[in-house]
């Protein structure tokens, strides 16, 4: 939503629930020491995001290696990816700019994080197996539904994978 009087380079722009319109633009201003202005034709709202992580394929798993690599996918790329195939399907234009460094577009090509990826969702729908027992002899039995929520993210994750 935009804040009127923000200052700097136009209204203030906070996120907010995805069906509520972003209201605003960034308005040119001069910049004398460089000369630089932003263009007239400049669209409402751009998403930049720029993604990096060294290289842990083949350097183990846990702490520093590939979990590394596939919890960014699991947690981030791919629930990215969900929500922009739904935009997508629903006709909403994405104005997006997505930047992968060429160590990570490297690793996310490789087919060793292929098989990273198929173990980690391995271990983590095991998990979901045997969570419900865990949790009851824990005495945390309320949190057994949770379970059903995770194994069906990891699930769908895992298709769109």
């Known amino acids: 939503m935009a804040e009127a009087g923000a200052g ?7 996120l907010a629930p995805l069906r ?6 960034v308005r040119p201003r001069a910049r004398p020491s460089i000369g630089l202005h932003l263009t007239e034709n400049a669209v409402e709202f751009v998403l930049a995001l720029h993604s990096h992580l060294p ?43 997505i930047g992968f460094t060429a160590v990570l577009a490297n690793q996310l090509a490789s087919p060793t ?9 391995a271990q983590r ?11 009851n002899a824990s005495g945390d039995a309320a949190l057994v539904p949770l379970v059903g929520f995770w194994r069906s993210r990891f699930s769908r994750l895992q298709a769109l994978f």
Request: aromatic share 10%.
């Open 125 to 135: 729908l095991a998990a979901c197996d045997e969570a419900p027992a865990a949790l």
């Open 8 to 14: 700097g380079d136009g209204p203030a722009v906070r």
């Open 55 to 97: 290289y842990v394929l083949n350097h183990g798993r846990w702490p520093h290696g590939s979990d590394w690599l596939c919890e960014a996918a699991l947690d981030t790329y791919l629930p990215l990816l969900e929500r922009l195939e739904e935009l997508t399907a629903a006709g909403t234009p994405t104005p997006m700019t």
């Open 20 to 25: 509520r319109a972003v209201l605003g633009s």
């Open 113 to 121: 994080f292929t098989r990273e990826m198929d173990a980690f969702f």
